[in-house]
């Protein structure tokens, strides 16, 4: 398991980034176009459903090591969580992200600090913990340069617009 420890490393290293980015890319007043909320709908919209889908990395990870009730259970409470949080707004958003973000760091951050990191008799075992962090690594770069590129499209500053290239030709 000590190559997972260091994907999970990986990955927090990652989600840690990408707060940060995101706290970076927000828009300040007069950042955005007029009705730049509405021309982005949909793209936001993907983007939500990507983060939303982030939450099954991290509940893939309970199960191979917690087993399926905690899976379950962890499920439950985010699934609850997200559907309260309402998404009208690119700000909601960034918002919604960073709870994303904060939920899957919990799990990564409870994961890293076993001794020993042992997978759960009881619990899933396909496809398993590498290939699931594997995946998660992929899906969070995907959805960083999907997030940055849906800001990009409606930002009208020209500060906020170089640092959205730099990172998406990053």
Same mark, same amino acid.
């Given at each position: 398991m000590d190559g997972l420890k260091s994907e999970l490393d990986s990955i927090e290293m990652q989600v840690s980034a990408l707060c940060i980015t995101l706290e970076d890319?927000?828009?300040?007043r007069r950042e955005l176009g007029w009705f730049a909320e509405r021309r982005v709908q949909q793209s936001? &919209? /993907?983007?939500?459903?990507?983060?939303?889908?982030?939450?099954?990395? #991290?509940?893939a990870m309970i199960g191979y090591?917690?087993?399926?009730? &905690? /899976?379950?259970?962890?499920?439950?409470?985010t699934g609850a969580l997200? #559907?309260?949080?309402?998404?009208h707004s690119l700000g909601g958003l960034l918002d919604y992200m960073l709870w994303v973000m904060s939920?899957?760091?919990?799990?990564?951050?409870?994961?890293?600090?076993?001794?020993?990191?042992?997978?759960?008799?009881g619990g899933p075992k396909k496809p398993g913990p590498m290939r699931t962090a594997a995946v998660c690594q992929a899906h969070l770069t995907s959805l960083e340069q999907?997030?940055?590129a849906v800001v990009l499209s409606v930002a009208t500053d020209d500060d906020l617009r170089a640092r959205l290239t730099r990172i998406l030709q990053s």
């Open positions: 890319i927000r828009p300040k936001r &919209a /993907r983007v939500h459903k990507g983060a939303e889908d982030a939450l099954n990395h #991290a509940a090591f917690d087993g399926y009730e &905690a /899976r379950g259970a962890f499920q439950q409470r997200s #559907a309260s949080m309402s998404v939920e899957l760091l919990d799990v990564i951050r409870s994961l890293q600090a076993r001794e020993p990191l042992e997978m759960c008799p999907r997030t940055c």
